[in-house]
């Protein structure tokens, strides 16, 4: 069983691991485009699975704050729909989860 400032301490460096990805990936989209126009259709594709990516991310960093909150306000590990404890193997899994098993249905 974690406690809660490993909990948090995970939660922290998977925020850090998002950042320096969407970092990475902002950094790819502001390159200057090729000039041949084949190459530009493929980075245009390119970009719209980085862009995917980057939005994914933002709702991933989103989720572990909001867990962070959780933590600080003492609700972490408790549904935010029926109130009940979530599982350490589901917490293992999804560390910023808001829902019980039973809930995220």
Do not use: W
């Not at 390159?31 to 980075?43: F, L, M, N, T, W």
Request: charged share 40%; hydrophobic share 30%; with cysteine.
């Amino acid at each position: 069983m974690r406690t809660t400032e490993e909990r948090r301490a995970q939660l922290e460096k998977m925020a850090a691991e998002i950042q320096a990805r969407l970092r990475g990936i902002e950094d790819t989209l502001e390159e200057e485009p090729p000039k041949d126009v084949e190459d530009r259709a493929s980075e245009r594709e390119d970009d719209e699975v980085l862009e995917r990516l980057g939005l994914n991310g933002k709702h991933e960093l989103e989720m572990i704050r909001a867990a962070l909150r959780r933590i600080e306000d003492g609700t972490y590990g408790e549904c935010a729909k029926c109130g009940e404890q979530i599982s350490e193997e589901r917490l293992d899994l999804l560390p910023f989860t808001p829902f019980c098993r039973a809930c995220a249905v």
